[in-house]
């Protein structure tokens, strides 16, 4: 490949990779804001968990464990979407972290292999330790677990806002990239689908 099409390529990369990183700071802050302005709206405690990452899913549940509770469903939202969070997430860095660590060794072996020879290498290796498969097991697991539980939680989150159009925004926050910040930032100032009573408070 000539200098000048490397070039382009890294552009074309660094492109692609800034465009997704706004989309991602975008998708994050309204995200961030649409569930601390609805968690605090309805009284429930700590909203600014809503501000950060992974914890975020525990307001999430919580709206939800609320809006359940108004209708006599007892529910822990809260603690299952944290929990499946923090173990697909725990599993997959502890996977990444096996490769990294057995990729480091390879090269420390021998500086000759070539690229083939040394994924070749790093598969076997990797296929030889069957911890590396259950962690991605666990992981794949916990996050199908999780992306059910969320896609409830989302559901039940637009019908306490807006339930004329809780369907059609959870099929757009499950169909369409990026929609799903659009779709929570759309209701953080309707609770039509609340009853008419005093919310009571919300104890995690």
Do not use: H
């Amino acid at each position: 490949m000539k200098i000048n099409e490397l070039g382009n390529l890294f552009g074309i990369i660094s492109m692609i990779t800034f465009v997704l990183d706004a989309l991602l700071i975008v998708q994050y802050v309204l995200r961030s804001l649409s569930l601390y302005t609805v968690a605090k709206r309805r009284g429930s405690l700590n909203p600014g968990y809503a501000w950060v990452p992974v914890i975020w899913t525990w307001t999430l549940g919580g709206i939800c464990d609320q809006y359940d509770g108004r209708r006599g469903i007892q529910r822990k939202w809260r603690t299952v979407l944290l929990t499946t969070t923090m173990i697909a997430a725990a599993g997959f860095l502890l996977a990444y972290g096996l490769i990294l660590v057995e990729a480091a060794r390879l090269v420390d072996v021998s500086q000759n292999f070539t690229y083939d020879e040394a994924v070749e290498a790093l598969a076997e290796s990797l296929s030889s330790f069957g911890g590396t498969y259950v962690l991605l097991a666990v992981m794949a697991i916990a996050a199908s677990a999780y992306n059910v539980c969320r896609s409830i939680c989302l559901f039940k989150l637009f019908e306490s806002c807006r339930p004329n159009d809780a369907v059609k925004l959870l099929l757009l926050s499950l169909m369409v990239p990026f929609a799903e910040p659009f779709c929570l930032i759309s209701c953080k100032n309707y609770d039509l689908g609340l009853q008419k009573q005093e919310l009571p408070p919300y104890n995690p």
